[in-house]
């Protein structure tokens, strides 16, 4: 079972409507949850973290997690263009310094 | 903001060739890290270094590998004699603090092995 696992789309979304990107996770150990934002040939930007149950928002950006089902979800607001990237779910055991990522989930949005 | 920097941004270098790829981490982070993504393939954890030392490496991080703090403000990835296989993006990333610190990924460096 792989530690970090996402759908690797490509997931399209017509501009405005909101974008749902989902993430699960093996280790029940893990403690930290990221979602960053990679644009091609670029480095991956830390856009949400989140530690506890619920939801967490941050502008358009909402990040959900649910640590008995061991999944972890981004949405979206009123999506752009510029939101068309690859999104990297990663995660975090305490016990550890690295986070694992997933492979990413490729995000068009149609204008 | 404060951001990682990372040079050269590609390096181009024969098989067998040793390089040595440069990051200068955010000034008041105490942890480091060296990532590395294959063309089309996910971002891939190599090395950790926190006090002075390696605290976790993965399988990747073989004896071709070494990191080092030279000094203050450097971090660097030396692969000793490269391979093929190698050719990667190369990401450094640094972060505040151990348990939930968040890391922040310099721009990277483009190594290509011919």
Same mark, same amino acid.
């Given at each position: 079972q792989k530690e970090v696992e996402q759908n690797s789309g490509p997931l399209s979304v017509p501009e405005g409507a909101i974008a749902s990107l989902n993430c699960t996770y093996s &280790? %029940? +150990? =893990? /403690?930290s949850f990221f979602w960053y934002r990679q644009y091609s040939g670029k480095s991956p930007e830390l856009i949400m973290f989140i530690y506890s149950n619920g939801d967490k928002e941050d502008g358009r950006f909402t990040a959900q997690l649910n640590k008995a089902s061991q999944y972890v979800s981004l949405l979206i607001r009123d =999506? /752009? *263009? =510029? &939101?068309s990237a690859t999104y990297l779910c990663a995660v975090k055991k305490n016990r550890d310094d690295k986070i694992i990522f997933g492979k990413g989930t490729r995000l068009h949005i149609l204008p | 903001e404060p951001e990682v920097t990372q040079t050269p941004s590609h390096q181009v270098t024969q098989m067998g060739q040793e390089v040595i790829l440069r990051c200068v981490p955010? =000034?008041?982070?105490?942890y480091f890290y060296w990532y590395r993504q294959i063309l089309g393939q996910k971002v891939e954890f190599l090395v950790s270094f926190y006090n002075n030392e390696i605290s976790e490496k993965s399988e990747?991080? @073989? @004896?071709q590998f070494s990191v080092e703090r030279p000094d203050g403000s450097n971090f660097t990835l030396k692969i000793r004699s490269t391979k093929l296989e190698d050719s990667a993006m190369y990401f450094c990333a640094s972060g505040d %603090? +151990? *348990?939930r610190g968040k890391l922040f990924f310099g721009s990277g460096t483009q190594l290509s092995v011919l």
């Open positions: &280790d %029940r +150990g =893990s /403690q =999506s /752009q *263009p =510029s &939101d | 955010i =000034s008041n982070h105490l990747i991080f @073989d @004896d %603090r +151990g *348990p």
